[in-house]
Each structure stands twice: as structure tokens, then as C-alpha cells.
């Protein structure tokens, strides 16, 4: 028969440490904390076999009273919280009273302090958790803690280690975090005796997004700020022209804790969609500020998680404030000239990223200067303001036919179509034929248009597919897409699984515009379907449906999958990569691109354009 004890002081510390104290970055970012609550300006790391070694952190904050030093290391202590209540208010890092006491327990701890009140200072050493008296000593004010042989006692744990560089680049994301969620704090960081980092106080985040992550990004960030009803979020985005292929370098502070946030982090992707290629993650840098009290911080051991008490609003003020941001922005990814880039610049998106920084800075100025986009129905606000747009993106003076989908239904009779309009090749609007078009199309795929400060190569297919795509989503959610009624209904031959996923989906297939109704067997009968199709057969449309109803029907959000349709479809019904255009057509297209939100990506977030300067060339060719 088992009896059951109380588990001694070292046990239960042993076990705190398994939750708190998972390798040396978890006791940097645990003494930081520390360090940051003291209320530091100045903050030294030294670590030695990236951290398994020594982890000693120095600071110049409050102190710790000499009598109180073995509290310190007890586990519960805290002078940050004193009843339950305090729980729901916390404005500290910590609180739970248990780091120090769960690194003593499985290290050789020594702790030195003084406070500002006291002459002299203290020393305290724990050694697998037992304590020595303290000593008292000289020392400056604040508080230096060494750690040594991490996990010497436990050894299951230190088998568990890895490189000592795998080790340091945990800790080194254990102090960016600290770093940048405390600019005004002067960070230092040293390995083996040599800095690494020497991050002096700062008011603006940037430098140290530089610092940690390199001049690439943070030349290419997007300043955001909002205030809603108490909540203030501020800090960078990065340009989508730079994305990661998860979701590491998105940073999210909250009352200068870093946090995860999974609400948040699809609000995110959220706003970049369409941005971003598919897979791709953004790269954020956000603060959230709000009070205390609306916010749980103890739902995780690490404090990493929080609850939020609003956290459908914060959603929302996060998804806005970055939308509008983008459509204020241009976003237009750079071409490079040099011969290097220029091969692989077919329209990947991180490739267009080199060139003479501060020329594209100037080129993006002017550029966006330019690139006043039109007030339009379709964004139903107003972007910038005064100067005129330039002469080649004006937009006509008649109104312009968007595309075959606005046209109105005439019955033609003999046709499988109802309005049965034929369809041209291309169906952009021609309307605009005999005019002389200020755009050279090149081998069938690219646009060539002169602009004010240089030229600007356009990919026919992903602009035509951006604009058909915005379209389309504006009609789908409004509930205004025109569909074809087949005079006579096709039947289509699918598998089992094909005709289960389209009847199961049949709502959805409606609001697209394709009406499908079982027939018997495996076989669906399709009455009406997207009037931009038209020149598609019904089977292949609904084949390729079901295809993404199949891969996609997994994801949880029906928003995500009928997103996924309509770039299906616009991807269909756009010109491809390799049709003549005339000059008609190519004009169209031109001036529609000023009805997109975002006229510079394709719906799966390649660049639609890419700009070459004139001085970009003149520098190329040796003229300046
Ligand atoms: P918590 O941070 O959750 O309170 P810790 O175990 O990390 O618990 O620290 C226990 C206590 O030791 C803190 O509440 C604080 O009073 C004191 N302390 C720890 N580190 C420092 C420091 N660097 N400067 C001043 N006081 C400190
Ligand atoms: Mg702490």
C-alpha cells in the first residue's frame, strides 16, 4: 500500500525548476525579468559556453536589502504581489516568487546587492539549494547574479543541452525580447568574453531591430500607431517583401512582456493576406499597452500566454490598424539593375530586396508621391490628397467597364449560355482600341511603362489577376456576382468523394456562382456558373473547385477557403502569361489598376510591377 508525504522544500523546487527552468536562456530571460522590475537603466549579460557555464547579469537597479537576500532564493517570495487580488493588476514581469528559488535549487548560485538605503552590500551562495549565511560586502548599488553549472544536480537535464551555439542563440532570443520590449534599458551582452551586443538606451525600437536583425529589415519597416478605448498599439511592421517561413519574428509585447498570441497572430496574417506568398509568414515588432487590469498574465508558467479580458476588440484594432496602414503605403516591390539580381528577379518576392538603399529610398518617396490612388467605389475612401495622378495612370474620362462580369445578360439564342455573350480571348476591355497604348507589352507576359522617376515592368497576369480577384471578392461578399444560367444543365462525372465535397459545399459554390444539384450517382449537374468563366467549360470549372474543396475543405476558416476559390478563379479568368495584348486591352488594364486596394501583389503575394529608376540606370550606365 502506497502512503502518502509532503514532498520536501528541494523536491518541490526541483520540480518548479522542470517548469520554469528549461535550459540557460530560461534563467537569462528570468533574471533580465528580475533586473527589469528592479527598475534598471543599465543592464550587463556575460555568458560563458553560451550560458551552461556562467550566466552573470549586473544591473544598477533597487537592490535587495542585505536581511532579505535568503527570501530571495525561498520559493514564493516576492515583493512584487502581497494578496490574490494583486494577481488581477500585475505591472511587473514577475510575481509568482519562484525563479530564484528554481535556479538555486539546480545551480551554484551567488547573489550580490546593495540597495540605495544601505552602506554596505551582501553576498548570498546556494549551492543545489542549500544556503550559506550571507556575508556582507562592498559593492555598487543593484544587483549582480552569477549563475555556474546549470543542472549540475540534474543530470537527465543537462544531457539534455545542446551546442553551446544553439545554447547562446536561445539566450540571445531571450535578451532580444527584453531589449526590445525595454529600448530606454542599456543592454550589454558578452560570450566568452566577447560583445556581442552593446545596446545603449533609445527611444525608438529601429536601432535595435538593426542590431538584432540587420539593416534589411529594419530600412524596410512600417511605423504603425492606433489608440482604441484605453489600448495603445504601436511599433514596425516589415514591408511583405521580407517574410519568414514561420512565424519567429513576430514579436508582440504587452505592457513589456513578450508574448504569444494566437488570436492575434491571425489577425495578423489576416492582414497581410494576399500580401504574402502562401506559406509565408510577416515580420512584426508591436507593442499593445493598456491597463493592467485588463489582462490575466498568470495562465502560464512562463507568463508567455496571457488571457485578455477583450480580446475580439483587440483583434479588430490590430486587423484595422495595420489594413488601413497598407493601403496608405506603397508597397511596390524594387527591381534591381544590377545583373545579379536581375536574373532572379522574375517575380520572387524576396529577390527584388538589393540596390542602393538610400536611391530606392528616394525612388519610393517620389514614387508614392505619384501613385495617388483614385478614390474608387470599390475602397470607398480617399487616399491621398491634391496632387494630380500621373499622365499614363489617369484614368479615363468615360467610366470604365470593369469586365465581362458587370455586363448586362442578353439572351442570344443557339448559345449554351443564357446572356449569351461571346467571349474574347482576353476579356479585358478592348474599348479602348485605336488609341496608342503608353505601355510596350515584351514577350507577351510583361508590361513596360515609362514613369516619372524611372520604368516600371508590369506582370501582365498577376495585375489582371489582382484586380479580377478584388472584384470578384467585393461582388462575392456583397452578394452581387453575376452568374450564367445554363439553358440546359451540364451533367458532370465526379468521383465519389468529388460529388459528396461539391453537394456538401453547395452554399458556397452558390455564392461563386456555380449552382450544382445532384443527378444520381456520382454524377452533379451544373446549372449556372461565374459569368467571368464563361469561356471555361463547366466541368473543368467545377472540377477545379472541388479540387480546392478537397485540399482546403480541412481548414477551419470558410473564409480562408473561399478566399482560396476566388484566386482560383480570378487565376482563370486573367490573362495569362503569354497572351498578345492590344493596346486597348493593355490600357484597361492599366487604368483598372487603380481600382485595387492593393494593385502591387497578386492574390498569392508575388509583386505585380517592379520599378527600375532612372537613376537607378543612369548609375548603371555610368551617366552619374
Ligand atoms: P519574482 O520575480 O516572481 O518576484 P524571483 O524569484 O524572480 O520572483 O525573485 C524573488 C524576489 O527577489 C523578487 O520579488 C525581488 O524582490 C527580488 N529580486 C530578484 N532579483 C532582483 C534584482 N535583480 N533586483 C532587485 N530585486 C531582485
Ligand atoms: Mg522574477
Sequence with gaps: ?????????????????????????????????NAVDAGSTRVDVRLEKGGSEVIRIADNGCGIQVDELP???????????????????????GFRGEALASIAEISRLLIRSRTAESTSGGELEVVGGLASPVVPIGCPVGTTIEVRNLFFNTPVRHKFLRSVQTEMGHSIEAMTRLALAHPHIHFTLAHNGRTVHDLPPVNDIRGRIAAFFGDEIADDLIEIKSENDGVTLSGYVANPMHSRATGRMQYLFLNGRAIRDRSLQHALGEAYRGLLLTGRQPICFLRLEMPPDAVDVNVHPTKQEVRFQDSGRLYSQLLGTLRTKFLTTDLTARGSTTSADFSSSSGEVDSATS????????????????????ESPLVGREFGAGEAPARQWSLP??????????EPASIELGSRFAPAEHQPSSRLDDSHAGSTSNALQVHN????????????????????????????????????????????????????????????????????????QPFGGETVLVSSYPAMLANLSPAEVLRELVEKLLVGGRQPD????LDELLHMIACKAAVKFGDRLSDGEIDSLLAQRHLAQDQHHCPHGRPTSLVFTRDDLDRQFKRI
Design 1 to 33: 500500500m502506497p502512503t502518502i508525504h509532503q514532498l520536501s522544500p528541494s523536491v518541490v523546487n526541483k520540480i518548479a525548476a522542470g517548469e520554469v527552468i528549461e535550459r540557460p536562456a530560461s534563467v537569462v530571460k528570468e533574471l533580465l525579468e
Design 71 to 93: 527570501l530571495a532564493v525561498a520559493s514564493h517570495a516576492t515583493s512584487k504581489i502581497t494578496s490574490a487580488d494583486d494577481l488581477f493588476s500585475i505591472a511587473t514581469l
Design 355 to 374: 540596390g542602393a538603399s538610400e536611391l530606392v529610398q528616394w525612388a519610393k518617396q517620389e514614387l508614392s508621391k505619384q501613385v495617388q490612388r483614385v
Design 397 to 406: 474620362s468615360e467610366p470604365l467597364r470593369l469586365h465581362r462580369l458587370d
Design 445 to 516: 507576359r510583361y508590361l513596360v511603362v515609362e514613369t516619372d522617376v524611372g520604368i516600371e515592368v508590369i506582370d501582365q497576369h498577376a495585375l489582371h489577376e489582382r484586380i479580377l480577384y478584388e472584384q470578384l471578392r467585393e461582388k462575392v461578399l456583397g452578394g452581387a456576382l453575376e452568374s450564367q444560367k445554363l439553358l440546359v444543365p451540364e451533367p458532370v462525372d465526379l468521383t465519389a468523394t468529388e460529388s459528396a465535397v461539391a453537394l456538401e459545399h453547395s452554399e458556397l459554390l452558390a455564392r461563386l456562382g456555380v449552382e450544382v
Design 558 to 561: 470558410a473564409r480562408d477557403l
